[in-house]
């Protein structure tokens, strides 16, 4: 029989994370360097814009705003994560692959330079090229691996160098992979910078969530 056909959303409204540094007067310890740089207090803001439409390259703002913040730490079983608060506004008509309004919460930390949420998922990898499972389900998998080069990408909040993670899904049983290609951007000293998101049967994106500020320290 003929399986249902699947649409998804290969990108995940996930937060990032950014880095600080201070400088090192011999007497007060330096903080440790991290691309990710954890640290309480650091926050971003980032909008959703939406593709005018399949043909088109204009993105139009959706009015729809993620603000993010990092609150505390929290050990768990035996690791200390940073808690990310998630603030969605603007989101009224329940607006598809926007998140919905509301308050939420993430934890995440740097573990040898993977960026794991408290279940294990890696959001990011700077170490290598293997693939990483994020969902699954009957019909299919949601993985991510590391893109090639470096890309600067260019929001309200300035132009970055960015490291990348493709996102994309492969259907059950044939693991054959969708059309759809989506990627997750981060700068190093700031955080993620903007991600995509598709449907699985389509080549091209649809929505774009892109920072427009952060303050970090």
């Known amino acids: 029989?003929?399986?249902?056909?699947?649409?998804?959303?290969?990108?995940?409204?996930?937060?990032?994370?950014?880095?600080?540094?201070s400088s090192d007067d011999n007497s007060i310890p330096e903080p440790e360097e991290s691309f990710y740089a954890l640290r309480v207090g650091n926050s971003w803001v980032y909008k959703y814009y939406r593709r005018e439409n399949i043909l088109s390259s204009v993105f139009n703002d959706t009015g729809v705003i993620d603000s993010v913040t990092i609150v505390d730490t929290e050990m768990i079983n035996g690791n200390e994560f940073y808690k990310f608060r998630i603030r969605?506004?603007?989101?009224?008509?329940?607006?598809?692959?926007?998140?919905?309004?509301?308050?939420?919460?993430?934890n995440f930390r740097d573990s040898l330079g993977y960026l794991i949420t408290d279940v294990g998922q890696?959001?990011?990898?700077?170490?290598?090229?293997?693939?990483?499972?994020?969902?699954?389900?009957?019909?299919?998998?949601?993985?991510?691996?590391?893109?090639?080069?470096?890309?600067?990408?260019s929001t309200e909040a300035g132009s970055f160098?960015?490291?990348?993670?493709?996102?994309?899904?492969?259907?059950?049983?044939?693991?054959?992979?969708?059309p759809a290609?989506?990627?997750?951007?981060?700068?190093?000293?700031?955080?993620?910078?903007?991600?995509?998101?598709?449907f699985a049967s389509q080549d091209?994106?649809?929505?774009?969530?892109?920072l427009v500020s952060y303050n970090v320290q």
Request: with cysteine; aromatic share 10%.
């Open 204 to 210: 091209v994106h649809v929505m774009e969530r892109r």
């Open 1 to 21: 029989m003929k399986k249902p056909f699947v649409l998804a959303c290969l990108v995940f409204a996930l937060i990032c994370v950014c880095v600080s540094c």
């Open 181 to 198: 290609l989506d990627k997750n951007y981060y700068a190093d000293g700031i955080g993620k910078i903007l991600n995509t998101c598709s």
């Open 88 to 106: 969605t506004s603007g989101n009224e008509t329940n607006a598809a692959l926007c998140a919905p309004n509301g308050e939420r919460f993430v």
């Open 122 to 153: 890696v959001e990011f990898s700077r170490e290598d090229d293997q693939e990483f499972l994020l969902n699954a389900n009957e019909f299919l998998q949601l993985c991510t691996a590391r893109g090639e080069g470096v890309e600067t990408i």
């Open 161 to 178: 160098d960015c490291e990348w993670m493709k996102v994309y899904a492969k259907e059950i049983p044939s693991l054959e992979v969708f």
